[in-house]
């Protein structure tokens, strides 16, 4: 894991802060210090308002927990940060620039990149070639280069160095044993492995996992949740959908409570633990 | 792993040895048939010249469409209108300047022929760019209805009065309306071989070949050479979208076939992607148009009628999408069994029984059955209407593969998107050895999974 670890979110926060951004604009500072600002989303489908205002901001460098009961808003929040979907209102900030509206490849480029609740392999391709589909800038990718003569040896040059990072991102996530198998043989939480390895060669500052413990057994689990750990502490800052509770208490440096599509409260887990309102949210609400 | 994965193991030079079989075979049942029907050599000769031509432009057009489908998941349904732009195209630049009283009611640029093909082929790219950009973004079925439409649409105004004739560069040109255009000019193989200064030796082996065949050689050897020249193409777009798969840009294309989300939230700007692969595959076809009809002196609209794209597709579905060799090897198939194979049948039934009359309706065909249990007029009135009867025919073979083999004979071989074999570098030991290691047992997916895994 040494490459992704290469480049801390802290050193670059550090640069700025000391750098002439940081003097120019005292605004800005929170931006650094909080890479991701949501604020004022709004999304609805036909009569349904799945998003309703939510305003929230992610700390460097955290471990983040969203909950929320099952259709709060989680997943249409995520889909509404990355630009799988546009919001009808609200503005998302990353790393302080305004990035409301783009593609989701021009977010993941910017080094945000999300899973899926539901486990998106690709299922005929192997573990390999999912994995080595996702490092940014392979030169490769132009037809041209891959397809001159010549040229194409820097394409080969790249693709070996590429093959290395995969093995030990293979071997940090103990998935190393089924990396020539095809991604739609992998059983569930194999899969949810495979997305979070996936995401994780991207070089991402930041890291959206949606729901990545569904599904899968508790042993498995408890690994997922030491590779977040110790990625964290490498400097990546993590937003987590979860909606088992004690985990996300029990994980989480600070956690966001959505209901209804917008936030209910926020806080530490212990500030949330003894919040009615979200116990009440969590028991039915206001029934 | 069936049994027919086995033997496919067990061809000595793996796919291309394969392919090499199977073309092996083929032209072995077209000797042995021509025998039967007591062909001269020249006719034999003949018969592999014209088998060795549709071999080559289906496996061409299939493995472009491989590029569209079995890559990328584009589902072009348009294949002959990029086949037929290219050829019109081509033939308005490649033509002689209009001169009043001439044979051609409309002539061209007067360009070299090379400058047509390159002409005819990013005219193909152009038109492919034209229909992919508002397709891609909608839903992959859109692509669909939009290629057929446009495919039509290009027809429609090659047949037009409109367009018949008009004024390009001071000249005049036209698309010939439903007469269509003759293609006076050098075929391929000539100007090509005019161009790397061998047609004089090529009319010296013409000459020596009069040894082999007596009479007027010239007609057999250009047939044989020309296809010999089709599978060298056919070699090119091979080597070419090969490399093209085998590549980070194939393993975009494939990743965009599997779940284009997925590959746009990884940072891949698949639209791109997507109208890269499909100017390609568009111009490749485009190519394989030209190659197939220019050396005929002559085309018209009608030849473009979306049979043809159906044809490719047939090819490509026996073959297996996603597979460069199956593309081939279903594009040889295809010409040999199912395009080629029925006029051949036809043939043969004709000389097995050359006496017969073959029953001029369907009631005279079947009633010898059902009285007499004669099934000899029903089958030759079969044979008879072999032609309207291929449709059916393939058809069913459709039917039968999406039953037995909807991967088709080659499909999913699943040829690894990289450059490089994907296993464990030599540098690295078997389990990483990093100091950051949190793994604390080899096994605990292996437990924990149970039996959930394959292998
Ligand atoms: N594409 C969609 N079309 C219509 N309704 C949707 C769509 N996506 C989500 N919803 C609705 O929006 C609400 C929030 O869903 P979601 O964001 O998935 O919740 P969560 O992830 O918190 O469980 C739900 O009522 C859900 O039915
Ligand atoms: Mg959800």
Known sequence: MSDAADQPVEDVANKVDEGALGAFASGVDTSVDYPLQVEGLEKSFGGITAVDGATFEVESGTLTGLIGPNGAGKSTTFNLITGMLKPDAGTVTFNGEDITGEEPHQIANRGMVRTFQIARELSEMTVLENMMLAPKHQRGEALWRSVMPGVRDDVREQEEELLERVWEVLDFFDIAHIAEEYAGNLSGGQRKLLEMARALLTDPDMLLLDEPFAGVNPTLEKKLLEHVHELREQGYTFLLVEHDMDLIMNNCEHVIVLHQGSVLTEGTPDEIRSNEEVIEAYLGGNV | ????????????????????????????????????????????????????????????????????????????????????????????????????????????????????????????????????????????????????????????????????????????????????????????????????????????????????????????????????????????????????????????????????????????????????????????????????????????????????????????????????????????????????????????????????????????????????????????????????????????????????????????????????????????????????????????DAAAEGGETDE
């Open chain 2, 1 to 444: 792993m069936s049994v027919r994965d086995d033997f496919t193991d067990r061809i000595p030079g793996g796919d291309a040895g394969l392919i090499v079989l199977v073309l092996l075979a083929t032209y072995l049942a077209y000797v042995l048939a021509g025998f039967v029907l007591g062909y001269t050599l020249r006719g034999q000769l003949n018969s592999i010249a014209t088998l060795t031509f549709y071999i080559g432009v289906f496996a061409m057009l299939s493995l472009a469409l491989n590029l569209h489908w079995g890559y990328t998941g584009l589902f072009n349904i348009g294949i002959v209108g990029f086949m037929a732009v290219g050829v019109y195209v081509t033939a308005i630049v490649t033509k002689p300047t209009y001169v009043a009283g001439g044979a051609a009611q409309v002539g061209g640029l007067g360009l070299p022929l090379w400058v047509g093909i390159l002409a005819g082929m990013l005219a193909a790219a152009l038109l492919g760019l034209v229909v992919a950009l508002p397709a891609l973004r909608l839903r992959a079925d859109y692509l669909a209805i939009v290629t057929i439409a446009m495919s039509e649409i290009v027809r429609f105004s090659f047949l037009s009065g409109e367009l018949q004739q008009f004024q390009l560069f001071g000249n005049r040109v036209g698309f010939g309306g439903g007469s269509g255009l003759i293609l006076d000019f050098a075929p391929p193989l000539e100007a090509l071989l005019r161009g790397v200064g061998l047609w004089d030796a090529y009319l010296g082996f013409v000459d020596a070949f009069q040894v082999v065949v007596p009479r007027n050689p010239k007609p057999v050897v250009d047939g044989l050479i020309y296809g010999l020249l089709l599978l060298g193409f056919v070699a090119a777009f091979y080597w070419l979208l090969k490399r093209t798969g085998e590549s980070p840009f194939g393993r975009v294309l494939k990743a965009i076939r599997e779940d284009e989300d997925v590959a746009n939230a990884l940072g891949k700007n698949t639209d791109r992607f997507k109208i890269k692969s499909f100017m390609l595959g568009c111009a490749l076809m485009g190519l394989a148009g030209i190659l197939w009809l220019v050396p005929q002196g002559a085309v018209t609209p009608n030849f473009f009628r979306p049979r043809v794209t159906f044809f490719v597709w047939i090819a490509l579905i026996i073959g297996g999408a996603g597979s460069n060799t199956g593309s081939v090897l279903g594009g040889a198939v295809f010409a040999a069994v199912l395009y080629q194979g029925p006029r051949y049948f036809q043939n043969l039934v004709t000389a097995v029984f050359p006496n017969f009359d073959s029953p001029s309706g369907f009631g005279q065909a079947i009633s010898p059955l059902i009285s007499q249990f004669d099934p000899v007029p029903f089958l030759l009135y079969t044979v008879d209407s072999i032609r309207q009867l291929q449709l059916v025919v393939m058809g069913l073979v459709l039917i039968w593969l999406m039953h037995n083999r909807p991967e088709g004979m080659l499909g999913y071989r699943k040829e690894t998107a990289s450059v490089i074999p994907l296993s464990r570098p030599k540098s690295m030991t078997a389990d990483g050895g990093d100091d950051d290691s949190v793994r604390t047992d080899g096994g605990v």
